[in-house]
């Protein structure tokens, strides 16, 4: 499969325009928002910059997901066997040529024939997993053209916005955090005092974002801690230019309590991070085949010896030099040289990826069609954090070792979250070996956080109908269970090993496709010849010991109910030359495509653009008020027509309408209930909590219900874009805010909401019901009246018809086309185009910013 083909150059861009667009609203958020605060003229509201800046990770990780192909991932706790598994992956078809390499024709050392992965790359490790990098596995003509062969393996490095997020979980999971929380007013009294101390001319744009990010990240992981808004750390580094020392001492107070040890490694790979930048490509090196163990080792060897090794029997780090190629930072090796200083664990702590290329013709057929069809990926396993009197939090990181824990730490709790929220990982392998679930609640978090992002939050897990689900599991560690005993196995064992999992991932494995239905993709894995025995080896041990284990892993009901064609599943394990591998390769390349991740991306960056435009569009102040009264009143003549083009398909649309613009149970609580939550010490509360209800209620509430109603039914047959009704919805609220109506919807409510009784549940009940009723009655009738609203003067599309006379009125015969609908289109037909205009007002006033937005939206306007 090559990548990138045409229609992935196609969702690169769109991806890229798409994430320039949320990037330069948040700029026009932090330039001009506090001007218009400060005038109270049209404030953008706080949900709306939040939702800005969410907006704008999510398209910074469909614009990396674009830039890379379609992936399958192994992934586990740490120590399940994945080093092993890609080993078995990665066994040559023939002993005589290695697969590893991007070209045979260029010989050494762009390729060896006897390189090896499980000798020559994969440390030697013992209980210490690996360093914290994802490995792909991928094709040459995946690979980046000016990537010099010689240095074959590319080293994709982190971003200064993801060596933060990196750091700070690290902290949060590996040290003792302080007491304190991060409410508005300590952010605010930090960022007065590193103004004073470390003062700036002007906001660095890349630091606000980076911090920006990282606070947000850390939000969702410990809201505890991080309690104040995203918005409101944004005003404050709008407010308060720092200069580069300011900023870093910022990250330090926000994210590691101002560790100075950490703050030190934060600048020292932050420069690297900064020396090795590119504007030709993203940030990476590049490094010979030698290197590659010693950025995989997290014991930080320095020199590694293999005598088996038909390449590499000795090598040292002090034999690589990091030096400047053909616009490249690559990793050089000289053997014997000795005068090499390159800081291994700065290099180690600032790489995200370690790309290996991949020969697929020289794999066995199995992994040959997976590799051809997608890159494979091996994700740094789950760890349990630092707990209990033996392993408390730390108090300080004095030494690099522990410095790089910390760093490790906080890599292996990111890169997956990172990797699944750029839908890097279509399908995903999960590895369990008995004994070794102490990370039950990270598992179960993952695997649900990896299986909403796949299918939807509102499809996984009780929805997904796929007959092969994207989730593998396997069972590693099976001979060790009953090897090196005297009892011969029962089917108890197999009871517990399933029992294990269906306690740590709960829903997945108990209702997987629906209530009840148990997920049945579950497969034993074996490693002949390392953990598990092969042929030769169980021959001479006792047969008889696996005989059994076969009897009582078919006879488990645990077995049956939770592993599809276990009898198979068995035995094709039990193959030395397979261990159950081929089957889970076969079911990877069935649901593992190409077109499915680009479908699931168009549809994902068309939905974050329409997003930002609606949010963002609804902040413009049109100068010329006659052109505004004109959008309305189209808008308003869209729905109509729409509503009145298909007979047979209005009570459809119009309830369509009804469940969307409508106040649903639940909905109207901090309205109803608002006398009795909020102060009243700065005067009646029900203005203000009407004003933000509508604004919630025309820019989330009705777009995703839209959203969502329309993608569950086709009843309506040609649904109303929501590029439509996005703006419809805000000009209705626009009109419900005029101050007639706005004025008369608060005499309604007020007596509703401060309603009287001695029976607190009875008031409750009867305040949100009416208040519901009230609210539904205005948003469809709309307005307080059902007579006709009447033009003030002729609209320009009026005058250049005439009489303005519109054939799609619906007029009082017409109940015989819409039947019992007639009275709502009649009225809606009367009402809504002069109902919307009104929203527009009589005189404009240009908040600050204003031109400034439209030049942002003008390539985006139709």
Not at 70 to 97: D, I, N, T
Not at 491 to 519: I, S
Not at 566 to 583: I, N
Not at 807 to 833: H, I, K
Request: aromatic share 8%.
């Amino acid at each position: 499969m090559a990548f990138p083909d045409e229609r992935d150059r196609n969702l690169i861009r769109h991806a890229e325009r798409v994430e320039a667009l949320a990037t330069d609203l948040c700029e026009w958020l932090a330039r001009f928002n506090p001007s218009r605060r400060a005038v109270d003229l049209l404030p953008i509201a706080e949900s709306d910059e939040f939702e800005v800046l969410k907006l704008r990770r999510l398209a910074g990780n469909l614009f990396t997901s674009a830039k890379v192909p379609v992936a399958a991932a192994v992934y586990g706790p740490s120590q399940v066997g994945k080093s092993l598994f890609m080993g078995q992956v990665l066994k040559p078809h023939s002993e005589a040529f290695s697969p590893l390499g991007r070209d045979e024709q260029h010989g050494e050392p762009a390729y060896y024939k006897d390189l090896s992965f499980d000798t020559d790359l994969n440390p030697q490790s013992g209980s210490n997993e690996a360093t914290a990098l994802v490995t792909r596995f991928t094709t040459k003509d995946r690979i980046a053209a000016s990537v010099s062969p010689e240095f074959p393996v590319m080293v994709r490095a982190l971003t200064r916005a993801e060596w933060l997020r990196v750091l700070a979980r690290g902290f949060h999971v590996e040290c003792k955090t302080p007491d304190r929380s991060w409410q508005q007013a300590q952010v605010e009294e930090l960022f007065e005092e590193l103004s004073r101390n470390h003062p700036g001319r002007e906001v660095d744009r890349k630091w606000r974002m980076d911090l920006l990010d990282a606070f947000s990240y850390m939000r969702n992981v410990d809201r505890r801690g991080f309690p104040a808004k995203e918005a409101v750390l944004s005003g404050l580094i709008s407010r308060y230019p720092l200069s580069e020392e300011g900023y870093q001492a910022a990250a330090a107070a926000l994210f590691w309590d101002n560790w100075q040890s950490l703050t030190n490694l934060f600048i020292r790979i932050s420069g690297f991070l900064a020396r090795i930048s590119s504007a030709a490509h993203d940030p990476a090196i590049l490094t010979h085949w030698a290197g590659v163990r010693f950025l995989l080792d997290s014991q930080r060897s320095k020199v590694h010896e293999r005598r088996i090794s038909k390449c590499f029997t000795h090598v040292a780090w002090n034999d690589f030099h990091l030096r400047e190629r053909d616009g490249w930072y690559v990793l050089e090796y000289h053997p014997g040289s000795g005068n090499g200083t390159e800081d291994q664990e700065i290099i180690q702590a600032g790489m995200l990826e370690l790309v290996m290329p991949i020969l697929p013709h020289r794999l066995n057929d199995d992994w040959r069609r997976v590799i051809e069809q997608m890159d494979f990926l091996d994700v740094p396993g789950m760890r349990a954090g630092r707990q209990g009197a033996e392993q408390g939090k730390r108090t300080a990181a004095e030494t690099i070792d522990e410095q790089m824990e910390i760093v490790k730490r906080g890599k292996v709790a990111y890169l997956f979250e990172r990797y699944t929220e750029e839908l890097q990982i279509q399908t995903l392998l999960l590895l369990s070996r008995g004994g070794n679930l102490e990370v039950t609640a990270q598992m179960k978090y993952h695997i649900d956080k990896w299986g909403k992002a796949r299918y939807g939050e509102k499809t996984w897990p009780l929805r997904v109908r796929d007959e092969v689900p994207a989730l593998f599991i396997g069972m590693t560690g099976i001979d060790e269970e009953f090897r090196n005993r005297e009892e011969y196995a029962d089917k108890g064992l197999y009871e517990q090993r399933l029992g294990q999992l269906v306690d740590a991932l709960g829903t997945v494995m108990a209702d997987f496709g629906g209530r009840g239905k148990a997920f049945t993709n579950t497969y034993p894995i074996r490693y002949p010849g390392t953990w598990d025995t092969s042929r030769e080896q169980r021959e001479s041990e006792d047969p008889e010991k696996w005989n059994r284990a076969r009897k009582a892993f078919l006879g488990s009901e645990m077995v049956r109910a939770y592993m599809r064609s276990a009898e198979q599943r068995w035995d094709t394990a039990m193959r030395d030359d397979d261990g159950g591998l081929s089957l889970i390769s076969a079911g990877i390349r069935a649901v593992t495509t190409a077109e499915d991740k680009q479908n699931q991306l168009q549809r994902e960056i068309l939905e974050i653009k329409n997003r930002l435009l609606q949010l963002s569009r609804d902040w413009v102040v049109d100068p010329d008020a006659n052109i505004d009264r004109e959008k309305r009143i189209a808008a308003a003549r869209k729905v109509v027509d729409w509503l009145v083009s298909d007979e047979s398909a209005v009570y459809y649309r119009v309830h369509a309408l009804q469940e969307s613009l409508g106040v649903e149970d639940g909905d109207e609580l901090s309205l109803a209930d608002c006398a009795e939550t909020a102060s009243k010490r700065h005067g009646d509360p029900l203005p203000r909590h009407l004003r933000d209800f509508l604004h919630q209620w025309a820019t989330v509430s009705v777009p995703k219900r839209w959203e969502d109603y329309t993608h569950a039914h086709d009843d309506g047959g040609r649904w109303l874009d929501p590029g439509d009704m996005n703006p419809f919805t805000r000009y209705l609220r626009d009109y419900l805010l005029t101050e007639d109506v706005f004025d008369d919807l608060l005499k309604r409510l007020g007596p509703v909401v401060n309603l009287k009784t001695r029976d607190e549940a009875a008031r409750r009940r009867a305040r949100r019901k009416y208040t519901r009723i009230i609210m539904n009655d205005y948003v469809m009738n709309p307005g307080p009246s059902m007579t006709p609203i009447p033009a003030p003067q002729k609209t320009a599309e009026e005058r250049e018809g005439g009489d303005g006379e519109r054939g799609d009125q619906v007029e009082s015969g017409d109940s015989t086309r819409f039947g019992l609908m007639a009275g709502f289109l009649r009225r809606w037909s009367e009402r809504l185009p002069q109902a919307l205009a009104l929203g527009a007002g009589e005189h404009v006033q240009i908040p600050p910013g204003n031109p400034e937005l439209i030049e942002v939206l003008e390539p985006y306007e139709k």
